[in-house]
Nanobody, 125 residues
Framework: QVQLVESGGGLVQPGGSLRLSCAAS????????IGWFRQAPGKEREGVSC????????FYANSAKGRFTISRDNAKNTVYLQMNSLKPEDTAVYYC??????????????????WGQGTQVTVSS
């Protein structure tokens, strides 16, 4: 049974950092791309970052470039999202997701077949 469990969210001041974790079970990271998405109240879910399983290539939305870093630990079957220099506009529920049957990245939510329950990130002073 495929499962994704996010953790690491919380309340942080502007300029602070958080590291989100996405623990995967029921499959191995070797074969599927993993994406991070976020959804703020009243807004559509948007792609933030993605890591390919094929060669570990990473991709970032413009809003995340230079501040966020995605990585994976295959031994722990876990993907991380290190978020630095956080801004109030980063406030959202963050989700990790697994591509349905593909190792390459995409920022389209519909391309992902499995989702975690989400973790809240709030950036506020």
């Amino acid at each position: 049974q495929v499962q994704l469990v996010e953790s690491g969210g919380g309340l942080v001041q502007p300029g602070g950092s958080l590291r989100l974790s996405c623990a995967a079970s029921g499959f191995t990271l070797d074969y599927y791309a993993i994406g991070w998405f976020r959804q703020a109240p009243g807004k559509e879910r948007e792609g933030v970052s993605c890591i390919s399983s094929r060669d570990g290539s990473t991709f970032y939305a413009n809003s995340a470039k230079g501040r966020f870093t995605i990585s994976r630990d295959n031994a722990k079957n876990t993907v991380y999202l290190q978020m630095n220099s956080l801004k109030p506009e980063d406030t959202a529920v963050y989700y990790c997701a697994r591509r349905r049957l593909d190792s390459s990245c995409a920022f389209v939510p519909g391309a992902y077949g499995y989702w975690g329950q989400g973790t809240q990130v709030t950036v506020s002073s």
